[in-house]
């Protein structure tokens, strides 16, 4: 595709608002980016995390351009940008890109189903493990640059909330934490902790999206 252009993609950076028509595909080399529902009130809670597994963009790309919700740089990094009409163009003359994006959609669409599912009946100690494991299978690294504010908003809890789950889990020796960071120590029960959705999600991730 000689139409990407690499570009730095910066801690809390919004690369969309929900509802923006949005011009460009991202293809993440070692940044991480969630999409949140923003709700009227402000509140969010996140819906995808998307690393260098993922294409940003890719469902409203080939839809209506619209952007389903709020989409911010988790961890910094750089990514692979290309607009719109490229991409199109090469989804349409290429079966094999083709396909690799029905199977990443397909995994969206499993991630976002799972996510919904377990923000609304699961409780928020296991989301939180949930999370963290995600990040760390994006970020290939157990040093995640996570805030208890920046985690309140995707859970879509309080940050006070955030923070008892957080050195509950520390007295307990999952996880270290440091100004802006979270480290995770014990991932085997970090699992045990986490909901059945990492799992699942994991699960959906080595099915449809193969090394």
Do not use: W
Not at 41 to 68: C, F, P
Not at 107 to 114: G, K
């Amino acid at each position: 595709m000689n139409s990407l252009e690499l570009v730095d993609l910066p801690l809390g950076r919004i690369l969309y608002e929900a509802e923006d028509k949005i011009r460009f595909v991202y293809f993440p080399h070692n940044a991480v980016v969630s999409l949140l529902a923003v709700l009227s009130d402000g509140s969010t809670a996140e819906m995808e995390t998307i690393g260098r597994e993922g294409v940003l963009g890719v469902v409203e790309a080939l839809g209506d351009r619209v952007s389903q919700g709020r989409c911010i740089v988790q961890f910094p990094g750089s990514a692979s940008r290309v607009k719109i009409e490229q991409f199109r163009q090469v989804v349409g003359a290429s079966a094999s890109v083709r396909q690799a994006m029905l199977c990443y959609m397909q995994f969206l669409f499993m991630q976002i189903l799972q996510v919904g599912v377990c923000n609304a009946v699961h409780s928020a100690e296991a989301r939180f493990c949930r999370t963290l494991l995600i990040m760390r299978d994006r970020m290939n690294r157990d040093d995640l640059p996570l805030t208890h504010e920046f985690l309140a908003g995707m859970l879509g809890v309080h940050r006070p909330a955030v923070s008892i789950i957080a050195h509950r889990m520390q007295d307990e020796g999952l996880i270290k934490q440091g100004r802006g960071l979270i480290t995770i120590t014990d991932s085997t029960h970090l699992e045990d902790k986490a909901c059945e959705c990492y799992k699942s999600i994991r699960r959906s991730y080595d099915r449809l999206l193969p090394p």
